[in-house]
């Protein structure tokens, strides 16, 4: 495949976050993206295996600057994912393959990564990957002892979560942490929340990974209700466990 | 004694389509191998497009037939099932008399989307993801379309490295790597 050895991906991955682990994941939107582009998948009849090892290059440097376990394996497991991928949306245009090849890719990364690393750092893990982020944040216990704003909620939300009330629209904090519950669970939709502009990603961090220490005020409530939306849980379970 | 023949043929265009390839068989090589006339085989078969359709479906039915039974041998169990698929999957590839995914050789040499061949490939893919899809459920994954779908790109992926490559380390990642996610999509 032409297309992993072009200068033009690596620039887009390398700039697509400044996250090893992360750009692993955005090369698999990329590629999406790229597929969609106009006259692509016109040009393209299949996607063949290269006679030169292509698992070197891109791949391999993305796994090795990620500092993952077994770099060689996992860089032939990413390439098996992409090469099947790619082929399944040249014949099957709009099979979502590239999504479901993306999630592999992170199921993979993740029982890849290094035991010391897999501690639940959240603003560290969130650098990184969105979904190392939202699983870390599952693990973090809800602080009753934030010096900042804890929301307000009603009384059975309230003895669930543990939370002491304070003075905020205790409809809009129940709301919030109901989606935030469903994250836990893996019923959501999370789409590009690794796309976020740098000043909605600190709200996000904030809002919604690292809820119960929640620092934004009334005003950002709006936002954080908004990104709550964008997320999509659907990525397997292990990746919530990190 | 028709049925015969028709089979007979089939058998023949289907043996060189493998060894020498789709589009380098031509009609005549077929009848020579066959030893039949070339009426005979178009008394059987419209055309060629005719005769490659037939043989491709042919051929996934048989595979998906050898495969039901592999997996049902290796265990009743749908979660060792899925487990014990790439090794079933390894053990087809390595039959001489099998090799390869029917729908992956065909959708390579007749890569225009307009031809019914492809269209066919496509359709055969997407059966492959739906048998796997299945049998993901049936092991009680939470997503079973999803595990479906990166267990058939994984397998497709595999598979055209290895006939490029022939390494069996580097297949053996591949099966490490359908562990995984199935584990990963099972677990709770």
Known sequence: MQILSSEWLERMVIKSSASPKARITNLFVILQDWLNAPGIRDQLTSASPDRHNEVDGLLFSLVSDAKLEEPEKLAFQLYFILLGAINEEIRNPGSNTMEHARAAAASLVAASTPSRIKKPRAFAVAATAMVGVIAGSLLLPISTTSKHVVPVMQQQELQTHNIVPVALSPDRVVALYRMHDKIRTAQCSYPQALMLSADKRAVFLEGVVNIDQMKVTSSDLDQVSQLYQMVDCYYPPAAMLL | ?188
């Open chain 2, 1 to 188: 004694m028709k049925r015969d023949t028709r089979e007979h043929i089939l058998t023949t265009a289907s043996e060189l389509f493998r060894t020498r390839g789709i589009n380098a068989t031509g009609v005549d090589t077929i009848v020579t191998e066959a030893g039949i006339a070339k009426m005979t085989l178009y008394k059987h078969f419209h055309s060629k497009e005719d005769l490659i359709l037939e043989v491709l479906t042919s051929r996934s039915r048989e595979f998906y037939e050898w495969l039901t039974a592999r997996l049902n041998k290796a265990s009743p169990n749908p979660t060792q099932k899925l487990d014990s698929l790439f090794d079933c999957i390894e053990e087809w590839l390595e039959n001489p008399e099998c090799k390869g995914l029917p729908f992956l050789k065909a959708s390579a040499e007749f890569p225009q989307h307009d031809s019914a061949i492809n269209q066919l490939s496509a359709s055969l893919a997407k059966e492959f993801r739906a048998y796997l899809t299945t049998l993901a459920h049936e092991a009680g994954a939470k997503h079973p379309e999803s595990l479906g779908q990166q267990l058939s790109i994984l397998i497709e992926g595999a598979i055209l490295s290895e006939q490029l490559n022939r390494n069996p380390v580097t297949f053996g990642y591949a099966r490490e790597a359908a562990i995984l996610l199935t584990k990963t999509s099972l677990s709770k």
